[in-house]
C-alpha cells in the first residue's frame, strides 16, 4: 500500500521552538502583569527565579541581576506585585515566562500587610522585648555611625556632636536603600560588634544607624529581617534613626531607643557640654557650702562642750601634788641598775649551773670508769646494767637540782619587776596621778612655769590628751592670821 503523501511542511524540534519563540515575543512585545509571587529563588548567579500566579494560573517569570539591582524591595513570596516585561518563551523546557524588566509592589497595602506580617513574626521571636533592651551610655567615647557616606545624614549627625559634645566617631559606609542594602547594614552592625579594641581602632561605646526620609520602598532595606536580628543582637546600644519622626520601620521596634530623626539621635547619644558644666558649677557650691554649715555647727557644739569641763589646773592640781611626793621616793635610775643586777645575777647563776652540770657528769663517767676497771672480770651485761641505773639516778639528780636553782632565780627576778612595776610612774598613774608636759616634751613640776593659753599634754593612766592653760588658779592660798596669847597665859623666863 502506497503512503498517502501530505503537503504540511515538515519542521525540526528546533525550528518549531525557535517559531513559537518569535510569534508569542511579537504578540506580547511588552506586558504588564499583576499577580502574587510564588516560589522564589535566588541562585549565586543573582538572577531571581519565581512564579507570578493567581487563583487560576502561574506564569514563571526571571529577572536578571541588572534588573533585581534597581528593586527597592526584596521579592518575596506571599507578596502581590505588577511585574513589566516580555512575554517569551524557553525552548530547553518547552514553556513560556515573562522576562521581568521592572517590578514594584501592587500598592502600598499589600507592602504594609507583608510588613505588618513579619513583624508579628519576629516579635512573636521575642525580638522586640522591653527586657531586652539596653541603656545608653550617658557620655561615650566613641560613637559608631552605620550611613551612608556622602548623605546630609552623617554631616547633620557630626554637626550636631559638635555643638553639644565633641566625640570620637566612626563611620561605616553602608548603601541604604536598594538591593544590598540590607546586607550591608547587617554586617555593619555585626563589625562594630566584633571590634575587640585591640588593633587600634577603639570599640564604639553606642551605635546610630541612620537614613534620611524617603517613601516605603526607599525604607524597606531597614524593615529586613536580616537587619533587625543583627540590631537585636548587637552588644553594643543602638539607636535607630530612620527616616522622619512618621516613619517607623522594623529596626526602630529591635534597637535600644529609637530617634525621631538623625539630628535627634546625636542628641540622644551625647549631653549638652555647657549645661553639664553648669550643673557640676552648681552642685560644687552647694557642696561647699554645705561643708562650711557643718564645720560651724561642730565648732559651736565644740566651744559648747568645751565649757562644760573644769580647768585643768583644778583638775590636775592635786594628782600633781600627790605626784611629787611619790616621785621624791621612787629612784628610776636605781631601780633599773637593780634590775640589771639581779638579771646578771640569774645569768650568771645558769652559766654556773651548766658547769656544775658539765663537771659532775665528768666525775660520773669517772667513776664509771673506776667501777668498769675493778669488775673487769663481772659479767659485761651485768655491768651495763649497774652503770646505766646509777647513771640515771645521777642524771634525775642534777635535773632537779638545775630546776630548783632555776625556780629561786625566776622568783627573784619576778620580785624585782613586781618591785619596779609597783614603785614606776605607769603605777602612779593608774592610782589616779597624771603627768604634765609641754609640747617640747619636758615635764612641767610647777605651776609657775606655765603661762595663759600654753599648750601642754597630760599623760594619764590610758593615754594622753592635749590641753590649753587658761591662765586661772586652781586654788588661793589661805591667809595667815597671827595668833594671840590668852590674857592668862605669861611667858617666864628661861633663867
Excluded at 629612784?331 to 663537771?359: F, H, N, Q, W, Y
Excluded at 659485761?380 to 647513771?391: F, G, H, K, N, S
Excluded at 617640747?440 to 593615754?463: N, P, T, Y
Amino acid at each position: 500500500m502506497a503512503e498517502t503523501e501530505s503537503n504540511t511542511p515538515e519542521f525540526s524540534v528546533s525550528e518549531l521552538a525557535n517559531s513559537l519563540k518569535r510569534t508569542v515575543e511579537d504578540a506580547y512585545g511588552h506586558v504588564r502583569v499583576r499577580g502574587e509571587l510564588g516560589r522564589v529563588t535566588t541562585p549565586r548567579s543573582g538572577h531571581v527565579y519565581l512564579d507570578l500566579k493567581d487563583e487560576k494560573a502561574v506564569i514563571s517569570g526571571v529577572m536578571w541581576k541588572g534588573m533585581v539591582s534597581r528593586l527597592n524591595f526584596r521579592p518575596e513570596e506571599g507578596l502581590e506585585v505588577i511585574c513589566e516585561g516580555k512575554l517569551t518563551t524557553y525552548p530547553g523546557q518547552s514553556k513560556y515566562q515573562i522576562i521581568i524588566e521592572r517590578m514594584e509592589p501592587a500598592g502600598a497595602g499589600a507592602l504594609m500587610a507583608l510588613l505588618e506580617e513579619r513583624k508579628k513574626k519576629l516579635a512573636a521571636e521575642g525580638l522586640f522585648e522591653s527586657g531586652r533592651k539596653k541603656a545608653i551610655p550617658y557620655l561615650p567615647r566613641v560613637i559608631g555611625v552605620v550611613t551612608s557616606p556622602t548623605g546630609a545624614v552623617i554631616r547633620d549627625i557630626l554637626h550636631r556632636l559638635e555643638d553639644r559634645f565633641p566625640r570620637h566617631v566612626l563611620l561605616w559606609p553602608v548603601l541604604v536603600q536598594g538591593e544590598g542594602a540590607a546586607a550591608q547594614i547587617a554586617a555593619a552592625i555585626e563589625g562594630f560588634n566584633a571590634i575587640d579594641g585591640t588593633g587600634g581602632i577603639p570599640r564604639p561605646d553606642v551605635l546610630i544607624v541612620a537614613r534620611g526620609g524617603g517613601s516605603v520602598e526607599d525604607l524597606w532595606c531597614f524593615n529586613e529581617e536580616v537587619v533587625v536580628r543583627a540590631a537585636a543582637s548587637s552588644v553594643i546600644p543602638l539607636i535607630s534613626a530612620v527616616g522622619h519622626e512618621t516613619d517607623t520601620t522594623l529596626i526602630d521596634f529591635a534597637s535600644d531607643r529609637r530617634a525621631p530623626t538623625p539630628t535627634g539621635a546625636a542628641e540622644i547619644a551625647v549631653p549638652v557640654r555647657s549645661e553639664l558644666m553648669q550643673d557640676l558649677r552648681g552642685w560644687a557650691d552647694r557642696l561647699s557650702r554645705g561643708l562650711m554649715r557643718l564645720i560651724e555647727r561642730r565648732r559651736a557644739e565644740f566651744r559648747a562642750t568645751s565649757r562644760v569641763f573644769p580647768a585643768p589646773q583644778a583638775l590636775l592640781g592635786p594628782m600633781r601634788q600627790r605626784l611629787d611626793l611619790a616621785s621624791t621616793g621612787i629612784r628610776p635610775d636605781a631601780l633599773r641598775r637593780d634590775i640589771r643586777s639581779k638579771a646578771e645575777k640569774v645569768a650568771g647563776a645558769g652559766g654556773r649551773l651548766t658547769s656544775s652540770l658539765r663537771r659532775q657528769v665528768k666525775s660520773g663517767r669517772e667513776q664509771m670508769s673506776s667501777v668498769s676497771s675493778r669488775l673487769g672480770r663481772a659479767s659485761p651485761a651485768r655491768l651495763a646494767i649497774q652503770c646505766r641505773d646509777r647513771t640515771e639516778k645521777l642524771a634525775d639528780r642534777l635535773v632537779q637540782a638545775g630546776k630548783r636553782s632555776l625556780i629561786r632565780k625566776h622568783r627573784d627576778l619576778a620580785a624585782v619587776a613586781g618591785r619596779h612595776a609597783l614603785l614606776g610612774h605607769q603605777s602612779v598613774l593608774r592610782r589616779g596621778f597624771a603627768l604634765i608636759r609641754d609640747m617640747d616634751g619636758r615635764l612641767v613640776r610647777k605651776s609657775r612655769g606655765l603661762s595663759a593659753g600654753q599648750s601642754v599634754s597630760i599623760e594619764l593612766a590610758d593615754g594622753r590628751k592635749n590641753a590649753v592653760i587658761d591662765g586661772q588658779t586652781g586654788q588661793q592660798r589661805p591667809k595667815s592670821r597671827k595668833i594671840k596669847p590668852a590674857a592668862s597665859e605669861k611667858q617666864g623666863r628661861l633663867f
